[in-house]
């Protein structure tokens, strides 16, 4: 596989456990933060946003929370599998057009049985 | 959704010498994006590509080093000129989704090493 991920930091859970990733963003203007997550070797992929003026969206086992006074979002995976291993990240839709992402530090996640 | 190509899927080159990357999208699509992403790091972007136009770059990168062509609404070539080490990176073309801009769609990436 590719390198992706090798110098990230990694969190390690047991398969079934719940998963939380953080993600601190810097630009309170952005209109959306955004979820992606990417498997080795491959490109990133969408997996749940949420506008900037709402705190919780869920998803199909996963919740982002967004919390704009400390400028932190986080990711909670529920019962996780091992096809979830990958690296996170967090992005940012900058508000005034062009629709442009902005993405911040990832995580490995890394689902031991 | 979009399905989206890129060749070549990786490659080694010579310090001083330019690459081409071509990225093909299955639909038309307005915006094509262009990132870098350096060995366990994160993406950057480097330009906005829209058919018709000239690209945008973002703050560090110029045209003189990567231009790009974006002859048509399924096609866009970024190139990587006169490479350095430096440049040994991960190259991803990626597309907005129709409904979602948020849900930008990616090539599988080359990967490019300088030597």
């Known amino acids: 596989g590719e390198s992706v991920g090798l110098h990230l930091p990694t969190l390690s859970v047991q398969e079934g456990d719940n998963s939380i990733i953080n993600c601190a963003y810097s630009?309170?203007?952005?209109?959306?933060f955004i979820w992606y997550k990417q498997e080795s070797g491959k490109g990133p992929q969408f997996i749940i946003d949420?506008?900037?003026?709402?705190d919780k969206r869920q998803g199909q086992r996963v919740t982002v929370l967004l919390n704009k006074t400390v400028k932190h979002l986080s990711l909670q995976i529920a019962a996780t599998q091992p096809g979830d291993s990958a690296v996170y990240f967090c992005a940012e839709n900058l508000s005034g057009g062009y629709n442009k992402l902005i993405f911040g530090a990832g995580t490995r996640l890394a689902v031991h049985p | 959704s979009a399905v989206i190509s890129q060749k070549p899927s990786r490659d080694i080159c010579q310090r001083g010498t330019s690459l081409t990357i071509q990225c093909q999208v299955d639909s038309q699509v307005t915006m094509m994006f262009w990132y870098r992403q350096q060995p366990g790091q994160s993406l950057t972007l480097i330009a906005t590509?829209?058919?018709?136009?000239?690209?945008?770059?973002e703050s560090g990168f110029v045209i003189d080093k990567f231009p790009i062509s974006r002859p048509n609404l399924t096609f866009s070539t970024l190139t990587v000129s006169n490479m350095s080490p430096e440049d040994s990176s991960i190259y991803l073309c990626?597309?907005?989704?129709?409904?979602?801009?948020?849900?930008?769609?990616f090539g599988p990436g080359t990967r490019l090493t300088v030597l």
């Open positions: 990626s597309v907005s989704g129709q409904s979602n801009y948020n849900e930008q769609f």
């Open positions: 590509a829209n058919q018709g136009s000239e690209a945008t770059y």
């Open positions: 630009n309170s203007a952005s209109d959306y």
């Open positions: 949420i506008r900037s003026n709402m």
